[in-house]
């Protein structure tokens, strides 16, 4: 090979190179990291949350999080890690971003999501969308850098949807994209815009809200008893426990989707939220 054509063939190669060493981390970030479980933190901040209310519910998490027996159950996975990302919402169009997906592999990451949750200002807004809270959440799954064995919503809240469509949709489109949804209905009687709460919120989140394998609710009377409620699911949810038997609910305040226990209580159906929020619409 004469020596102009031997400059070319190596200038060639030499680009070549380059150009595949310029895109090797971006191939490499393209590889998703494997965790027991993708989970997503999604908090009622709706107008019924007070501030008193809200900075109770965000403290909850902040210690849930970094509490040892939780941290414990991460790092005693198959993998030993998970990943997580916090969001708050309200009505529809009304869902804010609080910490972006976060590996927590061990206690100091654990700490470190805590306190980075517990600096982050508290959030407000009107009305109560769960099925856009849920439609939010649903394609998070798909634009991070992990790869889950299991995907759950986490849902905390203190009413019904009331904005932004139905939430069966929503919830049934996620279950058939292998996500699971678990609730934590917030129970108190105290009255929004003039009005009682909706009875039974335990129920209408079993029927219209939570779905998927394994899906389970857990009941906080009230947000002063939400910390230890929060605790409590989040180390059934990174552990892949759930409740044995429906039979459990009335002992232990949890709930499984799928086959309910008979109850004697009112059963408020999926659109009692939309009724009730038409009825304010017309008193005004």
């Not at 990291?33 to 403290?59: K, M, T």
């Not at 649903?138 to 986490?154: H, L, S």
């Not at 809200?209 to 002063?224: M, N, R, T």
Request: include cysteine; charge should be negative.
């Amino acid at each position: 090979m004469s020596w102009p054509l031997r400059c070319i063939f190596l200038t060639m190669i030499y680009f070549a190179a380059g150009a595949l060493m310029a895109t090797y981390p971006i191939l490499a970030q393209a590889q998703p990291v494997p965790v027991d479980l993708e989970l997503i933190l999604a908090v009622d901040i709706s107008g019924s949350v007070d501030e008193d209310e809200a900075r109770l519910q965000r403290q909850g998490y902040v210690v849930a999080i970094a509490d040892p027996e939780i941290v414990h159950a991460i790092i005693s996975g198959m993998l030993g890690r998970i990943a997580v990302t916090y969001f708050e919402w309200a009505g529809d169009t009304w869902q804010v971003p609080v910490l972006d997906w976060t590996l927590i592999d061990s206690p100091q990451t654990a700490q470190t999501f805590a306190d980075r949750l517990a600096a982050a200002p508290l959030g407000a807004g009107p009305w109560t969308s769960i099925s856009d809270a849920i439609r939010t959440a649903t394609p998070m799954f798909d634009v991070n850098q992990f790869e889950g064995t299991r995907r759950i919503i986490d849902i905390s809240g203190d009413g019904p949807n009331n904005t932004g469509g139905l939430v069966e949709p929503e919830r049934d489109l996620a279950v058939a994209n292998r996500i699971t949804i678990n609730g934590l209905p917030i129970i108190n009687d105290r009255f929004n815009i003039s009005r009682a709460p909706m009875h039974n919120l335990d129920l209408y989140y079993r029927n219209c809200v939570i779905g998927g394998p394994g899906a389970f609710l857990v009941v906080a009377h009230g947000f002063k008893s939400f910390a230890q409620a929060i605790r409590r699911k989040l180390i059934l949810e990174i552990a892949g426990l759930s409740p044995d038997s429906p039979d459990r609910i009335s002992a232990t305040g949890l709930a499984q989707a799928g086959n309910p226990p008979v109850t004697s209580r009112w059963v408020p159906p999926c659109d009692e939220g939309e009724k009730r929020f038409r009825g304010i619409i017309d008193d005004e």
